[in-house]
T-cell receptor
Framework: TQLLEQSPQFLSIQEGENLTVYCNSSSVFSSLQWYRQEPGEGPVLLVTVVTGGEVKKLKRLTFQFGDARKDSSLHITAAQTGDTGLYLCAGRSGTYKYIFGTGTRLKVLA | GAVVSQHPSRVICKSGTSVKIECRSLDFQATTMFWYRQFPKQSLMLMATSNEGSKATYEQGVEKDKFLINHASLTLSTLTVTSAHPEDSSFYIC????????????FGSGTRLTVV
């Protein structure tokens, strides 16, 4: 069974602080996605990384795919209250299937 | 952008009854749709992969006779929870993969099922 472990599980920080969320697995994935989910809604795709070592930036969010394509990180600079939510990584397994990570619940305090 | 509509958003049903959840891709064709289940404050668990015109592929531990999936067209997949029990109460989410272009994935807004 492929598992994607995310750390930390919970994170509460002050507005303006920086943070990093990690997504780790013993399995190799052909691609990895990051999502943010608000309560009672479906996840919204933030980014897809495909190449080992790839780094993508989305405004204050920086995503990195590990060289071996087994892990990934999400770094948020100067967090805002609007960043609050559940962050999920998802690794592509098989032809089209994505397996989701355990999730990181982020709360940014004003 | 691609939109996936999921209905109903909330449903309450009595134990022993069946509930159908619909997942529609509104502006694109989806050859593959995925059904997930999410418990409170937990991640998404993949239940099954649904391909248009063929039988769904269920993940290990998911009862295919309890969670009936039908993907009759390129824009519609349904999940029927049969003989529902309180332990089936959960948040169910579908995702659709675009048949054309980059084959991106779009999620529905989810269905909160409560079995009383």
């Amino acid at each position: 069974t492929q598992l994607l472990e995310q750390s930390p599980q919970f994170l509460s920080i002050q507005e303006g602080e920086n943070l990093t969320v990690y997504c780790n697995s013993s399995s190799v994935f052909s691609s990895l996605q990051w999502y943010r989910q608000e309560p009672g809604e479906g996840p919204v795709l933030l980014v897809t990384v495909v190449t080992g070592g790839e780094v993508k930036k989305l405004k204050r969010l920086t995503f990195q795919f590990g060289d071996a394509r087994k892990d990934s990180s999400l770094h948020i600079t100067a967090a805002q209250t609007g960043d609050t939510g559940l962050y999920l990584c998802a690794g592509r397994s098989g032809t089209y299937k994505y397996i989701f990570g355990t999730g990181t619940r982020l709360k940014v305090l004003a | 952008g691609a939109v996936v509509s999921q209905h109903p958003s909330r449903v309450i049903c009595k134990s022993g009854t069946s509930v159908k959840i619909e997942c529609r891709s509104l502006d694109f064709q989806a050859t593959t749709m995925f059904w997930y289940r999410q418990f409170p404050k937990q991640s998404l668990m993949l239940m099954a992969t649904s391909n248009e015109g063929s039988k769904a592929t269920y993940e290990q531990g998911v009862e295919k006779d309890k969670f009936l999936i039908n993907h009759a067209s390129l824009t519609l997949s349904t999940l029927t929870v049969t003989s529902a029990h309180p332990e089936d109460s959960s948040f169910y989410i579908c995702s659709a993969r675009e048949a054309q272009g980059a084959g991106g994935y779009t999620f529905g807004s989810g269905t909160r099922l409560t079995v009383v």
